[in-house]
């Protein structure tokens, strides 16, 4: 009799334990924020970071003022200064990129750092060519590469590049963008990357076996005289 009633105050004491933890598992799982809370608040995070690091830039803008407004007006501060950075070329790639509300932004911020900061435009630059580089090791990269110095390697590997697309046809439709001396040359290097992507995609649906170079009708003096006056805008 004992027994029975020890097991049941412990089955009893098991389905409260699970019941708690349930109800505790409920919680956390409502506590914890939408995919859209999420992006909401890293769009946030990268304006502040930026206007905390480019508030010189910003008219009326410092460190104290930041600290003192609310962060909306920090984030329709910083977006608005953005704005003068959304060039023709940088709409072009985002349209071409497919990118979210975040990443978009993020972009935006890339070159805006890049004609504010020559240091982080080279970084950037650097950051996109190596991306670049480790993504399409067997087109862009050479071993004569690693003694090259950063500027050299940038024509190198930019060389290779539209060289590779140009084989495919590929080359004139972002000619303009990579010629534009207006745009930085990190977001030059990305659109590079972009349309090799899509060419590597466009060859493996068609069944192409992927990085081969296929038969175009544009001359080599065209394709040799188109590339090196791209290089040279760099």
Request: aromatic share 4%.
């Amino acid at each position: 009799m004992c027994r029975g009633t020890s097991y049941g105050a412990r089955h009893t004491a098991q389905q409260t334990y699970h019941h708690q933890q349930s109800r505790t598992s409920e919680r956390v799982v409502r506590a914890q924020p939408s995919s859209r809370e999420k992006e909401r608040q890293r769009l946030t995070a990268l304006l502040l970071s930026f206007l905390r690091r480019h508030h010189q830039h910003v008219p009326g803008m410092s460190q104290e003022v930041i600290r003192r407004q609310s962060p909306q007006e920090n984030q329709r501060i910083a977006l608005t200064f953005l704005k003068q950075f959304a060039s023709p070329a940088l709409k072009a790639h985002l349209d071409a990129a497919h990118l979210s509300e975040f990443r978009r932004t993020k972009e935006l911020v890339h070159e805006a750092m890049a004609h504010l900061d020559r240091n982080a435009a080279e970084e950037l630059a650097i950051g996109a060519l190596l991306d670049g580089v480790r993504e399409f090791s067997d087109i862009l990269a050479s071993p004569e590469q690693d003694s090259m110095s950063d500027i050299d390697r940038t024509s190198d590997v930019v060389r290779r590049g539209i060289r590779w697309l140009d084989e495919r046809g590929r080359f004139q439709k972002i000619e303009p963008l990579l010629s534009n001396t207006t745009a930085s040359s990190q977001l030059r290097i990305k659109r590079m990357l972009l349309e090799m992507r899509r060419a590597v995609k466009d060859e493996r649906r068609a069944g192409s076996g992927g990085h081969r170079a296929e038969q175009v009708c544009k001359s080599n003096v065209e394709a040799e005289q188109a590339e090196m006056e791209c290089v040279e805008s760099w």
